[in-house]
Nanobody, 118 residues
Framework: QVQLVESGGGLVQPGGSLRLSCAASRSIFSCNTIGWYRQAPGKERELVATIIRSGRTNYADSVKGRFTISRDNAKNTLYLQMNSLKPEDTAVYYC????????????WGQGTLLTVSS
């Protein structure tokens, strides 16, 4: 079973920066999609940013220009650099992977909490 382990969450003041990491137990280079989602209290899980196999990235409008998704294929690790953080960015951030192994498989990490507050 593929595992995704997030790290890097914590408490940050508004305007601050933080980087999340997601370590995967399989190659991230060959997966169809890998990315970050988040879920704020009382809200549905939403897309933050993704990378598809070609390397093309996609961002939610709410984070464009502030967040950057990247990957280190050699380390099988995905990152999310978050700058200019706002209180509304407070949420549990989940790493997500979709890959093909005879069929499409979707995997989620356990989540890491980001709190943006003064």
């Amino acid at each position: 079973q593929v595992q995704l382990v997030e790290s890097g969450g914590g408490l940050v003041q508004p305007g601050g920066s933080l980087r999340l990491s997601c370590a995967a137990s399989r190659s991230i280079f060959s997966c169809n999609t890998i990315g970050w989602y988040r879920q704020a209290p009382g809200k549905e899980r939403e897309l933050v940013a993704t990378i598809i196999r070609s390397g093309r990235t996609n961002y939610a409008d709410s984070v464009k220009g502030r967040f950057t998704i990247s990957r280190d294929n050699a380390k099988n690790t995905l990152y999310l650099q978050m700058n200019s953080l706002k209180p509304e960015d407070t949420a549990v951030y989940y790493c997500y992977m979709k890959y093909f192994d005879g069929r499409f498989v979707e995997v989620w990490g356990q989540g890491t909490l980001l709190t943006v507050s003064s």
